[in-house]
């Protein structure tokens, strides 16, 4: 049986649960640490969710990643299979699994607009049904749970920069309606697991991160925009760029997640995490041409529906509750971003890398 590419369906949970249970306790034995916990990252394939498995695996921690690889690549594990802590397992999380676990993080869900409005049936039944699945196995368990929610939680606000307690601004019934009122449903499962069965839950509303291993097809408009500046094609600005967001580095955030997922007094709210720095997308257009030195021509689409007009965090819970604000600024995270998407075009395949 290859331990690293499992495929499951809910008939043989019983079957994994008992191999995996094997790979935690030998792992447990060879480390011989009694803080070693078994950690289930739910989306463990992809961008987030990569750099996620890697802190955790760092730590001494077993990690099984869960992922269907919709938009998860093999290639984002590649580092961590040589681990023998790391397991992984092919599993869409609409169906029901039953591993022991002692924390789980609920990363699973496409997260760019082309690819979550692709199939936006599935999207929901992530959010709803895939919520809901692993909040009953953490109950099971009795396991601490954090989800990745988001920024989209507040649509296209009426109040900026938006702390956790405002309530938002969301279409229920639009091509983003999928992700954003998934995401709030979530939240709500999420509450009514931990008021209702004592589950311990961690929630994070996560600003638009960017960094390496981002996918070079994505979608999102940091990976967009270098990738079409470094194959020096028209940049795609959507309306007229003056919609703005905060971009945070991938590392900034990851450190976001471990403080509220590990600080000493339990959060059982939402914590927004991000970078304050607001940005016109006409103006991170401007920024990525100039560092990537590239001839590409600003070119203007016409503008998503829904598309929010501004985004950016309070950050004074974070900050108060979690002493945590990022440290990296976006032209030293956008240097990281660019020479990784070198990397990617210069592969001896000659091409973009596809997905796994
Ligand atoms: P991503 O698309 O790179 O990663 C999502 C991962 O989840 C992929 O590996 C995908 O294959 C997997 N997945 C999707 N549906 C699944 C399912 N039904 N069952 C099992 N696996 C499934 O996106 P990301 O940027 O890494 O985002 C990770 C999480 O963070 C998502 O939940 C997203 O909504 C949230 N988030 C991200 C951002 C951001 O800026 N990156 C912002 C807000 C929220
Ligand atoms: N965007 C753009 N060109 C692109 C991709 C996105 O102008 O090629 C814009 C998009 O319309 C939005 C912003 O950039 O205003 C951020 O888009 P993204 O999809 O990265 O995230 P989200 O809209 O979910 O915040």
């Not at 409005?117 to 692993?134: C, E, F, R, W, Y």
């Not at 945070?248 to 720095?277: K, S, W």
Request: aromatic content about 8%.
């Amino acid at each position: 049986m290859d331990l690293h590419n499992l495929q499951i369906d809910a008939r043989f949970s019983l079957i994994l649960e008992v191999f995996v249970a094997t790979i935690f306790k030998s792992s447990n034995e060879n480390s011989n640490q009694k803080s070693v916990r078994r950690i289930l990252v739910a989306g463990g394939a992809g961008f987030l969710g990569s750099h996620l498995c890697e802190r955790l695996l760092n730590e001494g921690h077993s990690v099984i990643c869960v992922d269907n690889f919709s938009t998860g690549r093999m290639e984002n594990l590649h580092q961590l299979l040589s681990s023998d802590t790391f397991s992984f397992v092919r599993h869409d999380i609409i169906e029901p699994l039953d591993l022991p676990v002692d924390e789980i993080y609920n990363l699973a869900c496409p997260a760019s607009p082309p690819h979550y409005q692709a199939d936006p049936v599935h999207t929901m039944k992530t959010n709803v049904i895939g919520s809901l699945n692993l909040l009953e196995l953490a109950s099971r368990y009795q396991a601490r749970i954090f989800q990745a929610s988001t920024s989209e939680v507040y649509g296209d606000p009426h109040v900026h920069p938006q702390p956790e307690s405002y309530w938002g601004n969301v279409n229920s019934f639009g091509p983003r309606s999928c992700y954003d009122e998934g995401k709030r449903s979530a939240e709500t499962l999420f509450y009514d697991f931990h008021k209702q069965h004592g589950v311990d839950i961690r929630i994070v509303r996560i600003f638009n991160t960017y960094g390496p291993r981002m996918r070079p097809d994505d979608g999102r408009v940091v990976s967009n925009f270098i990738v079409q500046a470094l194959k020096g094609e028209d940049i795609t600005v959507y309306g007229d760029g003056s919609q703005t967001r905060s971009f945070c580095y991938v590392d900034d955030l990851i450190e976001g997640f471990h403080r509220l997922m590990y600080c000493p007094q339990a959060i059982h709210t939402p914590v927004n995490i991000g970078n304050p720095g607001e940005f016109t997308v006409g103006a991170l257009a401007e920024q990525i041409i100039d560092m990537t030195g590239s001839r590409s021509k600003i070119v203007h689409h016409s503008l998503p529906v829904d598309d929010p007009r501004q985004r950016r965090p309070d950050i004074t819970a974070a900050k108060q509750e979690l002493g945590w604000e990022p440290t990296i600024a976006l032209a030293d995270g956008l240097k990281s971003t660019i020479a990784y998407f070198e990397g990617q075009l210069t592969k001896p395949t000659g091409k973009l890398a596809e997905a796994a």
